[in-house]
């Protein structure tokens, strides 16, 4: 079976287990692991940024990035469809009290203009005060695209002239720096915060963290303590992911060109797929030409031996690539999707 249905799914490599298992450890809630003190620095450094707080996902990260900018009954903007929006069981409204405001985007992009729109709006004390502006890159639910720069540099050349904070949920961040062939601090110096993740594309078994301004950050081990995210021997999970700091970065344009020639096959094959939507690791497939429901093409595919999964849309099917497909298996499933969607 070639499972491909999202990069959460890798499973640590030797390497990495031999990391985990070497760690230096110590009891990180009294700041006694070096691990996670060393990860934490190496953090700093590659995202251009002052502080580092390891935490258990990229849920709890981006979380502790809205309590620590926003207070109760202000606004947050961003994408309409952003991970933080519709797949984090609305804590920004339980646990921050945020107003979120949910903006029409392209490709996951929205522009300086829509918040500068939005903001001006609210410079009323009936209205809430628009605090923060979210980014997602790479944007998951529109196929994992990345934010061009230009597009960035506008919405924070808007956030230095409304005064409001931009966070990065960077789940994918690396995946946009090998995309745009920067390096990650040229996507995230100028945020107030980004939130990092080890488990997805890196290869990690857990583990994120939060990077941002000193200042801004001074509260949030006490908000991962209170959400219950103080780890202790965290060592074990932060070896793993300075190793995929270290080691999983650059194989990442591996991920994203077994994703190209996935869907270019996919598309000589004669199946519904657009080659020029797959940004970096994501492939989506559209069901409804084939004259096929999602959950039924699913099945098919499941009994040929390929797993896709179902997307934020109702007939659009989603794979991802990672480190555990080699290119003979992009092959190998490009053959079993065709066959199984279009025989029988
Ligand atoms: C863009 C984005 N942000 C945050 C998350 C949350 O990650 P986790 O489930 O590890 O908390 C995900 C998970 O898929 C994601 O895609």
Same mark, same amino acid.
């Given at each position: 079976m070639i499972d491909l249905r999202s990069d959460v799914k890798t499973l640590p490599t030797e390497g990495m287990l031999r990391a985990m298992t070497t760690a230096p450890l110590g009891d990180e809630q009294e700041r006694e692991d070096p691990t996670v003190r060393a990860l934490e620095d190496d953090l700093t450094e590659l995202l251009g940024q002052e502080a580092a707080v390891f935490v258990p996902s990229a849920t709890m990260a981006n979380q502790i990035a809205t309590l620590c900018l926003v207070e109760r009954g202000q606004e947050i903007v961003g994408e309409q469809h952003r991970h933080m929006f /519709?797949?984090?069981?609305?804590g920004p409204a339980y646990l921050a009290g945020a107003v979120v405001t949910g903006l029409p985007g392209t490709a996951g992009v929205f522009t300086g203009d829509q918040v500068r729109e939005i903001a001006q709006l609210r410079d009323s004390e009936h209205r809430p005060r628009t605090a923060l502006a979210l980014v997602e890159n790479t944007h998951n639910v529109s196929g994992g695209r990345v934010w061009p720069l230009p597009a960035l540099d506008d919405l924070y050349d808007t956030r230095d002239e409304l005064g409001l904070a931009v966070h990065i949920d960077g789940a994918r961040l690396f995946n946009a720096s090998v995309a745009l062939d920067v390096p990650p601090a040229r996507i995230?110096?100028?945020?107030?915060t980004v939130a990092v993740c080890?488990?997805?594309?890196?290869?990690?078994?857990a583990g994120a963290a939060l990077v941002g301004r000193a200042d801004v950050l001074a509260p949030a081990r006490r908000i991962r303590q209170m959400l219950g995210?103080?780890? /202790?021997?965290?060592g074990v999970l932060a070896g793993a992911a300075r190793y995929a700091l270290e080691h999983n970065i650059a194989r990442l344009a591996d991920d994203h060109a077994n994703a190209r020639t996935l869907a270019g096959l996919l598309a000589e094959g004669g199946?519904?797929?657009?080659?020029?939507?797959?940004?970096?690791n994501f492939v989506f497939l559209d069901v409804a030409p084939l004259g096929l429901a999602r959950d039924a093409a699913r099945d098919r595919l499941r009994a040929g031996g390929v797993l896709w999964s179902n997307s934020h849309h109702p007939t659009l099917l989603r794979a991802v690539t990672h480190l555990g497909h080699s290119k003979a298996d992009v092959h190998t499933a490009a053959t079993r999707t065709i066959r199984a969607l279009t025989t029988g």
């Open positions: /519709r797949y984090e069981a609305g995230t110096a100028r945020a107030r080890f488990s997805k594309g890196l290869g990690g078994p995210g103080s780890l /202790r021997q965290a199946l519904p797929v657009d080659p020029a939507g797959t940004g970096t």
